[in-house]
């Protein structure tokens, strides 16, 4: 069952895939905004996964975040996602990114619960 609190932590070793220079956000070689906010959406994706129905899951409806500092190609990047609120099929994280233990990105994310079948019958 869903519950606030659920939190899950994401990890990534930056890559040179995960870069700005290489996703195109920017260019230098630095962990890119889009592969950090990637990162925090995946751990709020987990952090309610196995207390979902059978059949469901939940897709990204909003994010806002800061990136507040660089992290290099080979760095320890982890995200935090905490559920803070449920209401109806809307589900509202807090998270968080660190590199090591500096804070690089914080903000909220938005996800809603939705059947499986259901969402991919309507493409």
Do not use: W
Not at 89 to 113: M, P, Q
């Amino acid at each position: 069952m869903i519950h606030q609190g659920l939190t899950h932590t994401s990890t990534l070793k930056v890559t040179n895939a995960d870069t700005a220079l290489e996703m195109g956000s920017g260019d230098m070689p630095v962990l890119a905004t889009p592969a950090m906010t990637a990162l925090m959406e995946n751990a709020a994706m987990l952090a309610v996964s196995d207390s979902l129905p059978e059949g469901c899951t939940t897709v990204g409806g909003h994010i806002s975040t800061s990136h507040l500092k660089p992290s290099r190609v080979g760095a320890q990047v982890s995200a935090t996602a905490t559920l803070d609120k449920i209401d109806g099929r809307k589900l509202y994280f807090t998270v968080k990114a660190h590199d090591g233990d500096t804070l690089i990105g914080e903000g909220s994310h938005l996800r809603f619960i939705v059947e499986r079948e259901r969402f991919m019958a309507k493409l």
